[in-house]
T-cell receptor, first 119, second 113 residues
Framework: GAVVSQHPSRVICKSGTSVKIECRSL??????MFWYRQFPKKSLMLMAT?????????EQGVEKDKFLINHASLTLSTLTVTSAHPEDSSFYIC???????????????FGPGTRLTVT | GENVEQHPSTLSVQEGDSAVIKCTYS??????FPWYKQELGKRPQLIID?????GEKKDQRIAVTLNKTAKHFSLHITETQPEDSAVYFC????????????FGKGTLLTVNP
């Protein structure tokens, strides 16, 4: 598989502040990463596809100005939740596809997730 | 777009019994079908996957079958153990690094000792 890290694992912030979440691919080059959010006891909902060196592709209904994605290198993608509100509280998870060396491009491996709580 | 239905939403079995989870998909162009196991508060873990050029794949106690004509695929877990208790998600994709996964709603599997 692939090793994917996320930072921070947990964050609590006040309403109106911005929070940045990092997703790192530790052992291969990831041209594509995905960002999901997951509510308690629910499935994973894709927010956006992050492509290295280009703009992210957002799913319908996801506000691109609120959820800023930057994929600046082949090992790092960041998700910034701007002007966070309590309804943004959720579990945010990134994934990478193994399109690099040793991978087939089909499998997706997930980071450990970031629990965001907005008070 | 793709739509993936998963059943049942909850499944309770006795240790040693088999468990079967079923999914259907709508996009005939989908050709990659992974299964993930997620324990509470943890990341989803890829446990097995299948591509549309095969009908069945097995890895120890876990197997996945695919019926492309009927657009459904299933996860089979034999000789269940308490540590198999988790939420299982099926997903479908057109494959490749740029194609997104569409997930089912998940099945909470409880294996009673």
């Amino acid at each position: 598989g692939a090793v994917v890290s996320q930072h921070p694992s947990r964050v609590i912030c006040k309403s109106g502040t911005s929070v940045k979440i990092e997703c790192r691919s530790l052992d291969f080059q990831a041209t594509t990463m995905f960002w999901y959010r997951q509510f308690p006891k629910k499935s994973l909902m894709l927010m956006a596809t992050s492509n290295e060196g280009s703009k992210a592709t957002y799913e319908q209904g996801v506000e691109k100005d609120k959820f800023l994605i930057n994929h600046a290198s082949l090992t790092l993608s960041t998700l910034t939740v701007t002007s966070a509100h309590p309804e943004d509280s959720s579990f945010y998870i990134c994934s990478v596809t193994t399109s690099g060396r040793g991978g087939t491009g089909y499998e997706q491996y997930f980071g450990p997730g970031t629990r965001l709580t907005v008070t | 777009g793709e739509n993936v239905e998963q059943h049942p939403s909850t499944l309770s079995v006795q240790e040693g019994d088999s468990a079967v989870i079923k999914c259907t998909y709508s996009d005939s162009a989908s050709n990659y079908f992974p299964w993930y196991k997620q324990e509470l508060g943890k990341r989803p873990q890829l446990i097995i996957d299948i591509r549309s050029n095969v009908g069945e794949k097995k890895d120890q106690r876990i197997a996945v079958t695919l019926n492309k004509t009927a657009k459904h695929f299933s996860l089979h877990i034999t000789e269940t153990q308490p540590e198999d208790s988790a939420v299982y998600f099926c997903a479908a994709s057109r494959g490749g690094s740029n194609y997104k996964l569409t997930f089912g709603k998940g099945t909470l599997l409880t294996v009673n000792p």
